[in-house]
């Protein structure tokens, strides 16, 4: 089954150090993949996808992710972290023949402490 | 920038009664989604429509749910005899084309937050 995971349901880092959000995706096929990031309250805020060509993609505030298809993985990454960049963050699959719909994974809280 | 845009906001219902959430796409957009977040949780799918009928529906819209596009710009969702387990934060979603016309992401709305009591 087409499925995304997040295998941390937090992540904690100080401010300044480098952040990762590990995700992983199952499916046969190639996946179009995304992250999306949540705020206390609000709507899912799309930060970057990856599609096709090279497998760094640069997104939105900083952010980062790295496409590896021999591990299946689509993490995302940011060198700096912000206080602000606390958040819910939410990877996403869109597999081929899933008529266009998003699978999302469980969700990571990201706390970034000063 | 175009959005995409929900009411209510926040809804409070009793138990058993219908609710209709609205949305209103990003206008020339074609497929649109519902999806729905327990309480922080995973947001989990419920439908996707495209030329005015259900391209996918998952377990969770069962016969309580219904989605319309009653006119050129807006999309609801109805749950017909509400139960404390519909009690979440609901979202729609659209995206201008499909998987292989269109490599853009889903744009969301803010979502709708039903309490069910």
């Known amino acids: 089954a087409q499925s995304v995971a997040q295998p941390e349901d937090q992540v904690n880092v100080a401010e300044g150090n480098p952040l990762t959000v590990k995700c992983t995706y199952s499916?046969?096929?190639?996946?179009?993949l995304f992250w999306y990031v949540q705020y206390p309250n609000r709507g899912l805020q799309f930060l970057l996808k990856?599609?096709?060509?090279?497998?760094l993609v640069k997104g939105s505030y900083g952010f980062e992710a790295e496409f590896n298809k021999s591990q299946t993985s689509f993490h995302l990454k940011k060198p700096s972290a912000l206080v602000s960049d606390s958040a819910l963050y939410f990877c996403?699959?869109?597999?081929?023949?899933?008529?266009?719909?998003?699978?999302f994974g469980a969700g990571t809280r990201l706390a970034v402490h000063p | 920038e175009p959005e995409v845009t929900q009411t209510p906001s926040h809804q409070v219902t009793q138990m058993g009664q219908e609710v209709i959430l609205r949305c209103v796409p990003i206008?020339?957009?074609?497929?649109f989604y519902w999806y729905r977040q327990i309480l922080g949780q995973k947001v989990e799918f419920l439908v996707s429509?495209?030329?005015?009928?259900?391209?996918?529906k998952s377990e969770i819209f069962d016969d309580q749910f219904s989605v319309e596009r009653p006119d050129g710009s807006n999309f609801t969702l109805k749950i017909r005899s509400t139960k404390l387990e519909d009690s979440a934060m609901y979202f729609c979603?659209?995206?201008?084309?499909?998987?292989?016309?269109?490599?853009?992401?889903?744009?969301f709305g803010e979502g709708s937050r039903l309490t069910v009591l």
């Open positions: 979603a659209s995206t201008p084309g499909g998987r292989e016309k269109n490599t853009g992401e889903l744009f």
């Open positions: 499916v046969s096929g190639n996946p179009y």
């Open positions: 990856y599609i096709t060509g090279d497998n």
């Open positions: 996403a699959g869109m597999f081929s023949g899933g008529y266009n719909k998003l699978i």
């Open positions: 206008s020339n957009h074609l497929y």
């Open positions: 429509f495209y030329n005015n009928e259900i391209s996918e």
